[in-house]
C-alpha cells in the first residue's frame, strides 16, 4: 500500500507542525479527524490556497499602513512640546505631580491620540521647569517631547 499523504492549510498555530497559514503534508487519519473537525486546518484546494495568500497579502498591507502611521505621529511628536499650568506653593512646589495622563490630556488637546500607558517620563516631575517624556509607539519608534510645566 502507497504511503497517501494529505495537503492541508493551517489555521492556526500547531506544535511541531506548522504555523497558521502553512501548507503541510499529513497523514490523512491526522488531518480527518484531528486537524480539520477542531478547525485547524482546511484541505489545501487551488482557491483555499487563494484566499489564504489574499489574507497573508492584506494583513502585509495593514501592517505596512500602521508602520507608515507610526512614523507619521513620531515624526509630529518628536516636533511637540506641551505646556501643563500646574498649581504651585511655597518655592514653586507642585501641590501633586504631573503624570502620564496629564501629557496624554495636553496632546489630545493638540489633536494627537496617544494612549497613557505608551507615555514614559524621565523623572518626577515635581517642580516647574522642562522634561523629557518618552512615547513608545512601536518597537523602533520612541519619540521624545518636551514637557514644559508652568505656574498656573
Known sequence: ??????????????????????????????????????????????????????????????AERTIQDAQELS??????SVTIPVKVGENDKIHGSVTT???????????????????TIDQDISTLGEYTATVELMAEFKPQIKVWVVKE
Open 1 to 62: 500500500m502507497a504511503n497517501k499523504r494529505m495537503k492541508l492549510i493551517l489555521q492556526e498555530n500547531v506544535n511541531k507542525l506548522g504555523d497558521a497559514g502553512d501548507i503541510v503534508d499529513v497523514k490523512p487519519g491526522y488531518g480527518r479527524n484531528y486537524l480539520i473537525p477542531q478547525g485547524k486546518a482546511l484541505m489545501a484546494t487551488g482557491g483555499a490556497i487563494k484566499r489564504m495568500d489574499r489574507m497573508k497579502e492584506q494583513a502585509a498591507q495593514r
Open 75 to 80: 515624526e509630529r511628536l518628536e516636533t511637540t
Open 101 to 119: 495622563d496629564d501629557i496624554a490630556e495636553a496632546l489630545a488637546e493638540r489633536d494627537i491620540e496617544v494612549d497613557r500607558k505608551d507615555i
